[in-house]
Protein backbone atom coordinates (compact mmCIF):
# COMPACT_ATOMS: atom_id res chain seq x y z
CA UNK A 1 0.00 0.00 0.00
CA UNK A 2 1.10 3.53 -0.91
CA UNK A 3 1.58 5.64 1.87
CA UNK A 4 0.58 9.57 1.45
CA UNK A 5 1.27 12.36 3.89
CA UNK A 6 0.23 15.42 3.13
CA UNK A 7 1.15 19.37 4.32
CA UNK A 8 0.55 22.62 3.77
CA UNK A 9 -2.73 23.26 5.18
CA UNK A 10 -4.21 26.33 6.85
CA UNK A 11 -6.00 29.18 7.58
CA UNK A 12 -6.19 31.60 4.77
CA UNK A 13 -8.55 34.95 3.72
CA UNK A 14 -10.94 34.51 0.91
CA UNK A 15 -9.07 35.95 -2.63
CA UNK A 16 -6.22 33.98 -0.97
CA UNK A 17 -3.85 31.11 -1.97
CA UNK A 18 -2.54 28.30 -0.38
CA UNK A 19 -0.30 25.06 -1.71
CA UNK A 20 -0.81 21.68 -0.32
CA UNK A 21 1.59 19.13 -1.08
CA UNK A 22 1.60 15.13 -0.82
CA UNK A 23 4.18 12.63 -0.64
CA UNK A 24 4.01 9.46 -1.70
CA UNK A 25 5.70 6.04 -1.25
CA UNK A 26 6.78 3.61 -3.73
CA UNK A 27 9.35 3.00 -6.61
CA UNK A 28 6.35 3.77 -9.18
CA UNK A 29 5.23 6.88 -8.36
CA UNK A 30 5.44 8.22 -11.97
CA UNK A 31 2.88 5.53 -12.87
CA UNK A 32 0.15 6.24 -9.89
CA UNK A 33 -2.95 8.59 -11.06
CA UNK A 34 -2.97 11.38 -8.01
CA UNK A 35 -6.12 12.50 -6.37
CA UNK A 36 -7.72 15.38 -4.81
CA UNK A 37 -10.44 14.93 -2.54
CA UNK A 38 -11.90 16.86 0.19
CA UNK A 39 -14.78 16.75 3.08
CA UNK A 40 -16.12 19.36 5.40
CA UNK A 41 -18.25 19.14 7.94
CA UNK A 42 -21.39 17.10 7.96
CA UNK A 43 -20.86 16.40 4.31
CA UNK A 44 -19.27 13.21 2.03
CA UNK A 45 -15.81 13.48 0.63
CA UNK A 46 -15.96 15.17 -2.80
CA UNK A 47 -14.06 15.31 -5.88
CA UNK A 48 -11.81 18.10 -6.35
CA UNK A 49 -9.51 16.82 -9.04
CA UNK A 50 -7.30 13.99 -10.32
CA UNK A 51 -3.85 13.89 -12.38
CA UNK A 52 -2.85 10.64 -14.16
CA UNK A 53 -0.23 9.33 -16.99
CA UNK A 54 -2.18 9.50 -20.55
CA UNK A 55 2.08 8.53 -22.20
CA UNK A 56 5.48 8.87 -21.66
CA UNK A 57 5.90 11.59 -19.84
CA UNK A 58 2.89 13.42 -20.62
CA UNK A 59 -0.10 14.20 -17.25
CA UNK A 60 -3.69 15.09 -17.80
CA UNK A 61 -5.49 17.04 -14.72
CA UNK A 62 -9.00 17.18 -14.47
CA UNK A 63 -11.07 18.87 -11.67
CA UNK A 64 -14.78 19.36 -10.45
CA UNK A 65 -16.33 22.41 -11.70
CA UNK A 66 -16.31 24.31 -8.62
CA UNK A 67 -12.96 24.17 -8.29
CA UNK A 68 -11.66 24.47 -12.10
CA UNK A 69 -9.87 27.60 -12.88
CA UNK A 70 -8.72 28.64 -9.40
CA UNK A 71 -7.28 24.85 -8.46
CA UNK A 72 -4.29 23.19 -10.47
CA UNK A 73 -2.53 20.16 -9.93
CA UNK A 74 1.04 19.09 -10.70
CA UNK A 75 3.51 16.26 -9.88
CA UNK A 76 7.42 16.13 -9.18
CA UNK A 77 7.73 12.08 -9.76
CA UNK A 78 11.54 12.67 -8.87
CA UNK A 79 10.53 13.56 -5.07
CA UNK A 80 7.65 11.68 -5.39
CA UNK A 81 5.28 14.68 -4.34
CA UNK A 82 1.99 15.76 -5.90
CA UNK A 83 0.57 19.30 -5.34
CA UNK A 84 -2.89 21.10 -5.35
CA UNK A 85 -2.47 24.86 -6.23
CA UNK A 86 -5.65 26.61 -4.35
CA UNK A 87 -6.01 30.12 -5.57
CA UNK A 88 -8.97 32.69 -5.48
CA UNK A 89 -9.89 30.66 -2.78
CA UNK A 90 -13.70 30.75 -1.04
CA UNK A 91 -15.39 29.91 2.57
CA UNK A 92 -16.91 27.43 0.72
CA UNK A 93 -13.54 25.49 -0.17
CA UNK A 94 -13.10 24.80 3.58
CA UNK A 95 -12.86 21.12 4.20
CA UNK A 96 -10.16 18.47 4.70
CA UNK A 97 -8.35 17.94 2.07
CA UNK A 98 -7.22 14.84 1.08
CA UNK A 99 -4.58 13.07 -1.62
CA UNK A 100 -5.33 9.58 -2.66
CA UNK A 101 -3.14 7.30 -4.72
CA UNK A 102 -4.57 4.70 -7.61
CA UNK A 103 -1.71 2.09 -8.55
CA UNK A 104 -3.95 1.41 -11.68
CA UNK A 105 -3.03 4.56 -13.09
CA UNK A 106 -7.13 5.21 -14.12
CA UNK A 107 -7.72 7.90 -12.17
CA UNK A 108 -11.16 9.14 -11.54
CA UNK A 109 -13.59 10.99 -9.86
CA UNK A 110 -14.50 7.75 -7.90
CA UNK A 111 -13.44 7.97 -4.41
CA UNK A 112 -13.84 4.28 -4.06
CA UNK A 113 -11.20 3.87 -7.25
CA UNK A 114 -8.37 5.22 -5.29
CA UNK A 115 -6.26 2.51 -3.10
CA UNK A 116 -4.54 4.52 -0.47
CA UNK A 117 -5.41 8.03 1.21
CA UNK A 118 -3.52 10.02 3.55
CA UNK A 119 -4.60 11.67 6.59
CA UNK A 120 -5.58 14.74 5.44
CA UNK A 121 -5.03 18.73 6.08
CA UNK A 122 -7.15 21.61 7.15
CA UNK A 123 -8.02 24.21 5.08
CA UNK A 124 -9.66 26.91 6.51
CA UNK A 125 -11.19 29.88 4.24
CA UNK A 126 -12.25 33.02 6.45
CA UNK A 127 -14.58 35.40 4.71
Known amino acids: QVQLVESGGGLVQAGGSLRLSCAAS????????MGWFRQAPGKEREFVGF???????????DYADSVKGRFTISRDNAKNTVYLQMNSLKPEDTAVYYCAADVSGRGTNRVNAYDSWGQGTQVTVSS
Open 26 to 33: GRTFSSYA
Open 51 to 61: IRRIGGSIYYA
